[in-house]
């Protein structure tokens, strides 16, 4: 979930045993024909397209046609929570190691727990346990990782200590409007060499597939790089015994994933464009910010 140099190695391997043959139409650097230049001019968000919500896709039509108020339901509210502790965890991390302080790494990041805390909690209550789980297990990752770093060679910069020491770059911001998605769309972290991960806190949904498809067109599109695949991290917290599982999926990029997120935007840019109201669906999922208001509608 935190990961090191160790892991990119790791991963480099694993990804080298799964090839996947990519067609050069659906490349991202392909975004000025077809089938992946954008339909209609207007710019939708990742979590539009690749979210587990509304089979129909009307939340869509009540976020863009209706501008109808979300509300954010308490499990999501949870996952925006550990998705901002990680990041933060990454940011101070990175902070200490650069300001040179390597001594007594542990207790400087613990010192910075409280404001953290402050700072990504927000008017959420009652998630002190979360945070505290997931921080005191980030200060155990670093602080390994650095002292490996650190025993490599007594001649390192702090530059090559904090990469060695953290491999990545959190909420990884990309350019995606030149395949239709909005000018800043953000990785969740991006791992040593072009390696897109995402964090879900929710059950599995094969639609999360379909996001990283989206980041690697995006990526893709931006710095003509190809991106091949990439990490599903599925992070489940128990406050109680205050302890961390993850399961890490490494997915290929496929054509079929391309294609299907070509699709979906192709579809939900016109249920916007042409004021579509693609009625509810036949399930309403309990998560999703417009279930109340759909309902009403």
Known sequence: MFYTIDDVVKYSRIFRNMPVDISEELRGWSWSNPPLIPPYPLKLSVSDIANEFCETGRFIYLRYVEKAPEQIQPRLARGKLIHDTIAEALRIAKMIIYSGRLEGFREKFMAEAEESYRKVSQNIEDMRETFNTIWSYAADIFSSSLARAKARSPYLSIDSIATLTIPGVSEYPVDGTLIGL????????????????????????????????????????????????????????????????????????????????????????????????????????????????????
Request: net charge positive.
């Open 182 to 297: 909005t000018k800043t769309i953000r990785i969740d972290y991006l791992l040593q060499p072009s390696i897109i991960v995402e964090y879900k806190t929710r059950e599995y949904n094969p639609i999360y597939e379909v996001g990283l498809a989206a980041y690697a067109l995006a990526y893709e599109s931006q710095y003509e790089t190809p991106i091949n695949h990439a990490i599903i991290v599925s992070v489940k917290i128990d406050e109680r015994r205050r302890e961390i599982k993850y399961y890490e999926k490494p997915i290929a990029i496929s054509d079929h994933l391309r294609q299907k997120f070509i699709d979906l935007r192709d579809n939900l840019m016109k249920i916007v464009n042409d004021r579509i109201d693609p009625g509810k669906p036949k399930q309403c999922h309990p998560d999703c910010p417009y279930l109340k208001v759909c309902k009403s509608i």
